[in-house]
Nanobody
């Protein structure tokens, strides 16, 4: 199994910034991509940004220009830099990865437990 642990959430005022981190750990595995999703109160979970093993990124339009995803492959860590935060960014942010275990035969998707981001004055 692969474990994902997020950190960096919290309360921030509108216009502020936060940086989320997510570390993948566990038995021997190969990462094929990591990403961030979020679930706002009363809404379904939605994609925020992804980054593939070759560094290709994808960011949804609603956060483009404000959020940036990056990774440190040596540390199996993905980051989400969030700037110019708005109240509508308030959500639980979840880290996701696609990984192949050394002992496995197919890729699987793994999820972290989430970190709360609240944007409020």
């Amino acid at each position: 199994q692969v474990q994902l642990v997020e950190s960096g959430g919290g309360l921030v005022q509108p216009g502020g910034s936060l940086r989320l981190s997510c570390v993948a750990s566990g038995e021997s595995f190969t990462l094929f991509g990591m990403g961030w999703y979020r679930r706002a109160p009363g809404k379904q979970r939605e994609l925020v940004a992804t980054i593939s093993h070759d560094g290709t990124t994808n960011t949804v339009d609603s956060v483009k220009g404000r959020f940036a995803i990056s990774s440190d492959t040596a540390k199996n860590t993905v980051y989400l830099q969030m700037n110019s935060l708005k109240p509508e960014d308030t959500a639980t942010y979840y880290c996701n990865c696609i990984a192949l275990l050394t002992t496995g035969s197919s890729k699987n998707s793994y999820w972290g437990q989430g970190t709360q981001v609240t944007v409020s004055a």
